[in-house]
């Protein structure tokens, strides 16, 4: 059965924290993506990557970094964590092509105090 | 950007019919997806169109119209456990857009 696996499902983490995210597929599917999900923006995409070491920005990537060292893994950086970034953060990943649809890790609940 | 709009909230009774429409920009469309969000939960792949028409899948169908920018999913014979968001993405590449989702409640 595919699987994303999302290392915490929640996270409380102070104002100026450096935080990591991470995300672990096991499909060998290529691409890979971070969204955030708010009550009424619905999801945002943060930053996504077609390849290792590759990675593009998304529509919000302020304040926000990313890593694929590894195909199955792409981890999300917080540099320095601010109240705004309070969210739920979604992973997903898929294969190369249009026709396939995502699948999504079961989330992050992230505060920042 | 494109938009993609979607009622916020429906209700509906058990056992009844419901439609949840999402209608998008059609610059650049390459396929629309619907995804089924419980609450707490991460979205689930419902449904995926790229040519219009009508797909059905058991209770559920989605329909297609790429020249309105315009689909729709319909779901039947509804029951306690279809409360709860539904996403419509649209693929402008190789990523997608997600409309802001629509959460349905089903009532008895």
């Known amino acids: 059965d595919v699987k994303v696996t999302q290392s915490s499902r929640y996270l409380v983490k102070r104002t100026g924290e450096k935080v990591f995210l991470e995300c672990v597929q096991d499909m060998d599917h290529e691409n890979m993506f971070w969204y955030r999900q708010d009550p009424g923006l619905g999801l945002r995409l943060i930053y996504f990557s077609y390849d290792v070491k590759m990675k593009e920005k998304g529509d919000i990537p302020e304040g926000y970094s990313v890593s694929r060292e590894k195909k199955e893994r792409f981890s999300l950086i917080l540099e320095s964590a601010s109240t705004n970034q309070t969210s739920m953060y979604l992973c997903?990943?898929?294969?190369?092509?249009?026709?396939?649809?995502?699948?999504f890790g079961s989330g992050t609940r992230l505060t920042v105090v | 950007g494109q938009n993609i709009d979607q009622p916020t909230e429906m209700t509906a009774t058990e056992g009844a019919i419901v439609q949840i429409n999402c209608t998008y920009q059609t610059s650049g469309f390459n396929g629309l997806f619907w995804y089924q969000q419980h609450a707490g939960e991460a979205p689930t792949f419902l449904s995926y169109n790229v040519l219009d028409g009508l797909e059905e899948k058991g209770r559920f169908s989605s329909f297609l119209s790429r020249s309105k920018g315009y689909s729709y999913l319909l779901l039947k014979e509804l029951q306690m456990k279809d409360s709860a968001s539904y996403l419509c993405?649209?693929?402008?590449?190789?990523?997608?857009?997600f409309g802001p989702g629509t959460r349905l409640s089903v009532l008895p």
């Open positions: 993405a649209v693929n402008y590449g190789q990523n997608f857009v």
């Open positions: 997903a990943s898929s294969l190369r092509g249009q026709r396939y649809g995502y699948t």
